[in-house]
């Protein structure tokens, strides 16, 4: 069974900063082969698109609500991908999770077939 695996999460105060990674585990999911995006989900919200990686890492997608404060990036020799988040707002707290794909357009769900469980972000005013 692959999973997917997020670390980083944490509690930080409104402008500070974090850094999310999301690796492979159990049978060896080589990331490389695989879009890889980061989606949220806020209490009493729909999960959300946040920010997406083509497999070379040429192409990069990012929502409004995040263009210009995070940065998707991936080294495919470590098999992880990295959500670097500043700036980082209250409305920004949610359930943080990654996802690996291969077909479609990387801003929807429904294009990735491994999902992690989630890591918490939680940002203080």
């Known amino acids: 069974q692959v999973q997917l695996v997020e670390s980083g999460g944490g509690l930080v105060q409104a402008g500070g900063s974090l850094r999310l990674s999301c690796s492979a585990s159990?049978?060896?999911?080589?990331?490389?082969?695989?879009?890889v995006g980061w989606f949220r989900q806020a209490p009493g919200k729909e999960r959300e698109f946040g920010a997406a990686?083509?497999?070379?890492?040429?192409?990069?997608y990012y929502a409004d609500s995040v263009k210009g404060r995070f940065t998707i990036s991936r080294d495919n020799a470590k098999n992880t991908v990295y959500l670097q988040m500043n700036s980082l707002k209250p409305e920004d707290t949610a359930v943080y999770l990654c996802a690996a794909g291969q077909r479609g357009g990387g801003r929807v769900e429904s294009n990735y077939d491994y999902w992690g469980q989630g890591t918490q972000v939680t940002v203080s005013s």
């Open positions: 159990g049978r060896t999911l080589s990331m490389s082969q695989y879009r």
């Open positions: 990686i083509s497999r070379s890492g040429t192409n990069i």
